[in-house]
């Protein structure tokens, strides 16, 4: 079964650089979240989107910006990037309606040097 | 404020005993909770999930019981084996968000 795909899974970049991370949901679900994991932190809630518009917002920083697009996918766009930035980045997909189970992508791992 | 929270922040378990791991939250509201087990540098994995009208759900060597009164629910794995070493997370299903609880790192031995 297809499960949810980010990419790329490693990037590393410099200070004050643009990344941006992709995530492509399960078919058919319809939202969208992504998270962030520093090392040693459990996974903070930045950003959801719920039929290509923002639902929901947690603790992103104003550097970073996010969309859903019309075929469902998300990009998180990260600028200005800065050392504690460093992280695991996840997002998730599910239905808003029917079985409620998120399933998450692997990751992708955003080094800042 | 933490509204999910995973009070025993490890555990280790002899391999074939029970494995039960806790999560207490705030709100009554609640009402669709989740556990996901998690490697490191991997995105979670789904494991199990309940609703609130039920108090008991299981799958495999996997059971969530769900106390709403206590607002507490467990998760109980057995019998417990090696590759069930990980960080177990309890989440709960807000509208448009996953509240994650604090981790509980699970270590099952020989």
């Known amino acids: 079964a297809a499960g949810v795909i980010q990419s790329p899974r490693h990037l590393i970049k410099e200070k004050r650089e643009t990344a941006t991370l992709k995530c492509y949901p399960i078919p058919r679900h319809d939202t969208v979240y992504w998270y962030q994991q520093g090392p040693g932190q459990d996974p903070q809630f930045l950003i959801s989107f719920y039929e290509k518009m923002q639902s929901d917002k947690g603790s992103i920083p104003d550097r970073f910006s996010a969309q859903q697009f019309s075929d469902y996918h998300s990009e998180l766009n990260m600028s200005s990037l800065e050392l504690g930035d460093s992280a695991l980045y996840f997002c998730?997909?599910?239905?808003?309606?029917?079985?409620?189970?998120?399933?998450f992508g692997q990751g992708t791992r955003l080094t800042v040097v | 404020d933490q509204q999910v929270k995973q009070n025993s922040p490890s555990l280790s378990v002899q391999e074939g005993r029970i494995s039960i791991l806790n999560c207490d939250y705030t709100?009554?509201?609640?009402?669709?909770f989740l556990w996901y087990k998690k490697y490191p540098a991997e995105g979670p994995t789904f494991l199990i999930s309940i609703s609130s009208i039920k108090d008991k759900n299981e799958d495999g060597r996997f059971t969530v019981f769900l106390n709403k009164s206590a607002k507490h629910l467990s998760l109980h794995i057995v019998p417990s084996q090696p590759g069930d070493s990980a960080v177990y997370f309890c989440v709960i299903r807000g509208t448009d968000k996953l509240i994650f609880g604090t981790g509980t790192r699970l270590q099952v031995f020989p």
């Open positions: 709100n009554s509201m609640f009402d669709y």
């Open positions: 998730a997909s599910s239905l808003r309606q029917g079985p409620l189970e998120a399933f």
